[in-house]
């Protein structure tokens, strides 16, 4: 069982910065297509951006193109969300999530594809 471990989340004015950090526990991390979703209350979960094995391969929600940046570092076991420019609407909780799977499946902006699932952490971006 794989376990994700998100942080880096807090409070920033609009237009500020914030990088997320999801950290997992195995030993199989390069094996893992990643991705982060987020979620505020009321509402399904919605895809942001997606990597795939090695970083070679990323997709992003339109909502934060040119904003939002993923990467990852396979020796350290960690996926990043660099926030850049952020919005009030930005705010709500951010979750990484794993796909056992190399290769960025077509089905990507569905949550019910994903494996495992960090608890996720607040963004909150004041006005």
């Known amino acids: 069982q794989e376990q994700l471990v998100e942080s880096g989340g807090g409070l920033v004015q609009a237009g500020g910065s914030l990088r997320l950090s999801c950290a997992a526990s195995?030993?199989?991390?390069?094996?893992?297509?990643m991705a982060w979703f987020r979620q505020t209350p009321g509402k399904e979960r919605e895809f942001v951006a997606v990597?795939?094995?090695?970083?070679?391969?990323?997709y992003y929600a339109d909502s934060v193109k040119g904003r939002f940046t993923i990467s990852r570092d396979n020796a350290k076991n960690t996926v990043y969300l660099q926030m850049n420019s952020l919005k009030p609407e930005d705010t709500t909780v951010y979750y990484c999530?794993?796909?056992?799977?190399?290769?960025?499946?077509?089905?990507?902006?569905?949550?019910?594809?994903?494996?495992?699932w960090g608890q996720g952490t607040q963004v909150t971006v004041s006005s």
């Open positions: 999530t794993a796909k056992v799977q190399r290769s960025i499946p077509d089905t990507f902006r569905y949550e019910a594809i994903y494996d495992y």
């Open positions: 195995g030993h199989t991390f390069s094996s893992y297509t």
């Open positions: 990597i795939n094995w090695n970083g070679d391969n990323t």
